[in-house]
């Protein structure tokens, strides 16, 4: 079993509707919990970084984070053609080792105007 | 502007023939690490280095060598490439292995080894 799941998509959605990304973990040791977008060709580049259970609001996206389930979301509003993208969620805990990311699968994300 | 620079960003190459791939980044980061990336599998770590002359195994370091004499350059190095090395490699650059600091990545390198 893989220490973090996520859906792989493809998603596609119309322009302005509100998108869930989800990821699920069994390492109840996680404690830092990162969501990434990458675009074509592009490196990652960090979108959200949580430390607790709870939500995180920064502009149009939200992320939450359920420890208790071992679940966290990424939650975009309104969403633009300019969110097309694959969105990976990653994590780590206080321990880790050297500070390693473990990644979700990504989930494929296109926003049709 | 801060960057994480690989080269080169495309390369197809013959089984057994070695090469390097070269990261450099420009914000004095402590914490330098390769990832590939495949289909279905997500990002895997391949190696990391905390630090000039501190380096250790990832997940899956078959098949790989990284070297980090200057803070600014990892490079990751493939002694005797096979098929199932073709990927995408990124390299990634912190401040420090404390996770509360951001990774930033490299554009990416495309390799097919045939």
């Known amino acids: 079993q893989k220490e973090v799941e996520q859906d792989p998509g493809p998603l596609s959605v119309p322009e302005g509707a509100i998108v869930s990304l989800n990821c699920t973990y069994s390492?109840?040791?996680?404690?830092?919990f990162m969501w990434y977008r990458q675009y074509s060709r592009k490196g990652p580049e960090l979108l959200m970084y949580?430390?607790?259970?709870g939500n995180k609001e920064d502009g149009r996206f939200t992320a939450q984070v359920d420890k208790s389930s071992k679940y966290i979301s990424l939650f975009i509003r309104d969403s633009q053609p300019s969110d097309s993208a694959t969105y990976l969620c990653?994590?780590?805990?206080?321990?880790?080792?050297?500070?390693?990311?473990?990644f979700g699968q990504g989930t494929e994300l296109s926003v049709k105007p | 502007e801060a960057q994480v620079t690989q080269n080169p960003r495309y390369l197809i190459t013959v089984t057994g023939k070695k090469l390097t791939v070269t990261c450099s980044q420009n914000?004095?980061?402590?914490?330098m690490s390769w990832y590939r990336q495949d289909p279905g599998l997500g990002l895997r770590q391949i190696y990391y280095?905390?630090?000039?002359?501190?380096?250790d195994k990832g997940d899956v370091p078959e098949g790989y060598k990284v070297s980090r004499k200057e803070k600014r350059n990892f490079p990751l190095i493939l002694e005797s490439p096979s098929p199932n090395q073709t990927s995408l490699y990124f390299c990634?650059?912190?401040?420090?292995?404390?996770?509360?600091?951001?990774?930033?990545f490299g554009q990416g390198t495309r390799l097919t080894v045939v």
């Open positions: 990634a650059s912190r401040m420090s292995e404390s996770m509360n600091t951001e990774a930033f």
């Open positions: 390492n109840s040791a996680f404690q830092y």
């Open positions: 949580t430390y607790s259970s």
């Open positions: 990653a994590m780590s805990g206080r321990y880790n080792q050297g500070g390693k990311l473990i």
């Open positions: 914000m004095n980061h402590e914490y």
């Open positions: 280095s905390m630090n000039v002359e501190v380096t």
